[in-house]
């Protein structure tokens, strides 16, 4: 079992920005990535951004240059800083981990709306 605890979401205008953070708990072991999805209404899960254990990381086209993942070992914590943010960014983001025996989790998301 791993517990999600997911903040940082809201309602934010064109240009704006946001962090969102996610701490992951439970029964994991060592998590090799950490990373975001999101999911918009009539649209496929997205995958966002991830992160490897030692920092590397990666972006969808879509956000690079605007968003910067990023993650703190001893806390299980990933946060995402989002930048410049559009109203096709809006979607529920959800945290994912995949740990060292290749088990996947997903948080239940934050809900994040760029709008005027």
């Known amino acids: 079992q791993v517990q999600f605890v997911e903040s940082g979401g809201g309602l934010v205008q064109p240009g704006g920005s946001l962090r969102l953070s996610c701490v992951a708990s439970?029964?994991?072991?060592?998590?090799?990535?950490m990373g975001w999805y999101r999911q918009a209404p009539r649209n496929q899960r997205e995958l966002v951004a991830t992160?490897?254990?030692?920092?590397?990381?990666n972006y969808t086209d879509s956000v690079k240059g605007r968003f910067t993942i990023s993650r703190d070992n001893a806390k299980n914590t990933v946060y995402l800083q989002m930048n410049n943010l559009a109203p096709q960014d809006t979607a529920v983001y959800c945290c994912?981990?995949?740990?060292?025996?290749?088990?996947?989790?997903w948080g239940q998301g934050t809900q994040v709306t760029v709008s005027s």
């Open positions: 992160i490897t254990r030692a920092g590397d990381a």
């Open positions: 439970g029964n994991i072991f060592s998590l090799r990535v």
């Open positions: 994912y981990v995949r740990d060292s025996l290749t088990r996947q989790y």
